[in-house]
């Protein structure tokens, strides 16, 4: 069963998307205008009770659908379905999580959303499994009788041989004791030994490498120590005010109560800025490059998007839109 990954659901999104251009909604969909992308939402939502899509609506626009108020789109929500267009016309390469989830409900690609999308078997496997669950396999077809019998007459040959083997080597035991007793052993004596001892030196060269061993060993230990508590202790990450830091992942820092992740250094860049009216906050061709957060005590702004989430509350990141400049940050002064 192969796994999918998020960039084979956005390039599937598109491929839908290339086809459904030329389909039942190609008014909506040929041009992707804010308005088109408005009117096309209200169609594919209007009879959607699937719990999921609905989830994606809320998180996208920020507030539940309601079938009776499909007419309150305002200015801010047609702002945020440029991201959408942007995306449907090739023109963004880092779009939000949210945004991508959207857009394959307005082409109805299925399986969706991604969670269910990077699971899904192919159509062979599908056939393969199927197939598989019809067929009644006799037994006989994968373990024959013949098998099981030379697996067992191999096992009692490697046993009888063995046996063999312990046996010729019992007897050989005192036929070899006999032949040591009838040689005659030299006599030395102590004081001679105590000479050649004292004559060869070299004796004394395995207890130096003895030596050395250990202390080879207890260095590499405190090096490996060293390193480990270093570098890869440290393999964790937490949100400090408006950057991530590099943890242990087991500490504790008093007073910061941010979810302690894995490390991820594509988010080591990622940081909260103090947006105002003199910020760029657009490339030459319209694309973003600063991205909004709101919170309980109003809206923060980040240098990207990080992982598509606000690092404290976890709720989504948006692209910044010319209304969410003109509603926030013209006129403001910078600090």
Not at 102 to 109: E, G, K, M, W
Not at 234 to 256: A, F, L, P, R, T
Request: proline fraction near 5%; aromatic fraction near 12%.
């Amino acid at each position: 069963m192969p796994n999918y990954t998020f960039e084979d659901y956005k390039k599937a999104i598109k491929a839908k998307y290339e086809k459904e251009k030329n389909g039942e909604y190609s008014n909506n969909l040929n041009s992707p205008t804010s308005a088109n992308l408005r009117n096309l939402c209200v169609k594919r939502f209007d009879s959607n009770n699937d719990k999921d899509d609905l989830i994606t609506f809320e998180s996208f626009f920020e507030f539940p659908f309601d079938k009776d108020k499909k007419n309150l789109f305002g200015e801010e929500e047609l702002n945020k379905l440029e991201a959408v267009k942007r995306f449907f016309l090739g023109k963004t390469e880092r779009p939000a999580e949210d945004t991508i989830q959207l857009a394959a409900i307005l082409v109805d690609l299925q399986p969706r959303p991604f969670n269910k999308f990077r699971i899904q078997n192919d159509p062979d496997e599908e056939e393969l499994i199927e197939e598989l669950r019809d067929t009644d396999f006799p037994k006989n077809d994968f373990f024959s009788d013949n098998l099981t019998d030379e697996v067992e007459t191999e096992k009692v040959t490697d046993l009888k041989s063995e046996e063999q083997e312990q046996i010729q080597s019992q007897e050989s035991e005192p036929i070899q004791s006999q032949k040591l007793e009838s040689v005659p052993m030299p006599i030395v004596s102590v004081t001679s030994v105590v000479k050649e001892d004292k004559e060869k030196p070299e004796n004394i060269i395995p207890t130096k490498l003895l030596h050395i061993g250990i202390v080879t060993f207890v260095v590499f230990g405190l090096v490996a120590a060293v390193i480990y508590f270093a570098f890869f202790n440290k393999q964790c990450m937490q949100w400090s005010e408006d950057h991530y830091e590099i943890v242990d992942c087991s500490s504790k820092i008093e007073g910061n109560f941010n979810e302690i992740i894995r490390l991820d250094k594509d988010l080591l860049d990622f940081r909260k800025i103090k947006a105002c009216d003199t910020t760029t906050c657009f490339l030459t061709n319209g694309d973003p490059i600063v991205w909004y957060g709101k919170t309980a005590n109003g809206i923060d702004f980040f240098n990207d998007n990080g992982n598509g989430l606000h690092p404290e509350n976890k709720k989504a990141l948006h692209p910044m839109t010319g209304y969410m400049f003109s509603k926030y940050l013209k006129g403001k002064i910078c600090e």
